[in-house]
């Protein structure tokens, strides 16, 4: 996991604007909502890239590098983080959270499947 810190392209006294992402390509923008507790992910994807901006709420995010030890990071609104191909990854609601999700990758709409491999061994364990 990576995290990415942003920093305005421009302010003013209306606010600021800030680039998410500049130079490179996305194949899907998607809004995933967590109810607290709710666990999401527990897999990896061997050619997608996932950017995780986190609109509202704290979420956990637990991520994994083959060979690696399992790094987690609590998220909160404004907090970004990048997964990488072959990167395990799981996400957790640790309140009702709204995270935006931006993928460079087969991963939109119907090819959702095509480069997702769920974990055998979770890396958070959803609770009973």
Request: glycine share 6%.
């Amino acid at each position: 996991m990576e995290l990415i810190k942003l920093i305005p392209a421009f302010t003013d006294a209306r606010g600021s604007i800030t680039d998410l992402i500049s130079d490179d390509t996305i194949n899907a923008v998607t809004l995933i909502t967590f109810a607290e507790g709710a666990v999401r992910a527990n897999h990896y994807h061997e050619r997608t890239i996932q950017w995780n901006y986190v609109i509202s709420g704290e979420v956990l995010l637990a991520t994994q590098m083959p060979g690696q030890e399992k790094v987690e990071r609590i998220l909160k609104p404004g907090d970004f983080a990048v997964t990488r191909e072959l990167e395990l990854h799981a996400l957790k609601g640790l309140t009702a959270s709204e995270v935006l999700i931006l993928t460079k990758g087969p991963r939109a709409g119907t090819q959702y499947e095509n480069d997702t491999f769920r974990l055998s061994e979770p890396l958070i364990t959803p609770s009973a």
